[in-house]
């Protein structure tokens, strides 16, 4: 559509057209594109009817997608055991930010975490993170556990192939040596032994 449209002799009709720019990118909003007859010269052949004016809106179409992932993977419980869980989208995040409900981890004395019920990536960002971090102790055999966090599907975003990311807290330290402590009848028998052992030394003494 250009400043002007000539209608040809005997015709009744001119066309234009307004075509969307493909694109994948989120959040990108909505744009309208508005087409209006100027108001003839003096002295034109023509009158303005009704309407003067179109408007042609272009509406995104593109969902954004949520993504998590957590590095490292596994951590031991010894201090300074920190995983770091990191949302993604797919494209800067609109006016006001974007919040995206999570699941987090169940509560746990092997861990702590930052995470809550939701994440929110601010206004032009990209991502946001939250923490899970190993709760240091010297306790043996305390087993391992993994600490879960999951992308909860809502209106305003979609939930990409990374939904959800497990960070494995395991236990590093070893069981403690046993000794074995003799019974009494172990005790009985090596003062036997020790009774022999002496009266036959007295013998050859003899």
Do not use: F, H
Request: some cysteine; aromatic content about 2%; charged content about 10%.
């Amino acid at each position: 559509c250009a400043s002007t449209m000539v209608i040809g002799a005997g015709q009744t009709t001119k066309q234009c057209t307004i075509t969307a720019v493909e694109n994948t990118v989120p959040g990108d909003g909505s744009a309208t594109a508005t087409l209006a007859l100027a108001m003839p010269a003096a002295g034109a052949s023509y009158t303005l009817g009704t309407p003067t004016s179109a408007t042609v809106t272009v509406n995104n179409d593109d969902a954004y997608v949520a993504n998590l992932t957590c590095t490292p993977t596994t951590l031991v419980d010894a201090p300074n055991n920190m995983s770091t869980c990191t949302l993604t989208l797919n494209g800067p995040a609109p006016s006001g930010g974007l919040t995206v409900g999570i699941t987090p981890p169940t509560d746990s004395t092997r861990y702590s975490t930052t995470c809550g019920t939701s994440l929110t990536v601010l206004q032009g960002q990209t991502a946001t993170t939250c923490t899970i971090t190993a709760a240091p102790n010297t306790t043996p055999g305390d087993g391992n556990v993994n600490a879960v966090v999951t992308i909860n599907p809502a209106d305003g975003y979609q939930v990409g192939p990374n939904a959800s990311a497990t960070v494995a807290v395991n236990n590093d330290d070893g069981e403690m040596p046993v000794t074995a402590i003799p019974t009494l009848n172990q005790w009985a028998l090596m003062l036997l032994s020790l009774g022999l052992i002496g009266g036959a030394w007295r013998q050859r003494r003899r």
